[in-house]
């Protein structure tokens, strides 16, 4: 069984910048590829960014550009810095791993990111 833990969801005004990072039980090597996703009110859960095991990344059509995935073996963590944040982007945002065409094996419980002036 893997763990998932995020933390560092926030209120942030538009245009600020928050980094959201998930703590993986075991490394994140043996459960890559991993990502984050998220979930607005009334909306399905969405993409944002993944990560594979050799370190390419992907990213939702609305947030490439803004947001980066990066990743610290050493601390088996996954991080999602996220800049010029918008009042769409407020949303629960989980961090997944092991994800494979049919969907991700481990999610996170989540975090709510909030954009509000």
């Known amino acids: 069984q893997v763990q998932l833990v995020e933390s560092g969801g926030d209120l942030v005004q538009p245009g600020g910048s928050l980094t959201l990072s998930c703590t993986a039980s075991?490394?994140?090597?043996?459960?890559?590829?991993m990502g984050w996703y998220r979930q607005a009110p009334g909306k399905q859960r969405e993409l944002v960014a993944s990560?594979?095991?050799?370190?390419?990344?992907n990213y939702g059509d609305s947030v490439r550009g803004r947001f980066s995935i990066t990743r610290d073996r050493g601390k088996n963590t996954v991080s999602l810095q996220m800049n010029s944040l918008k009042d769409e982007d407020t949303a629960v945002y989980y961090c997944?791993?092991?994800?494979?065409?049919?969907?991700?094996?481990?999610w996170g419980q989540g975090t709510q990111v909030t954009v509000s002036s």
């Open positions: 997944a791993a092991d994800c494979r065409a049919g969907g991700c094996a481990y």
């Open positions: 075991r490394s994140i090597f043996s459960i890559s590829p």
């Open positions: 990560i594979t095991i050799g370190g390419s990344t």
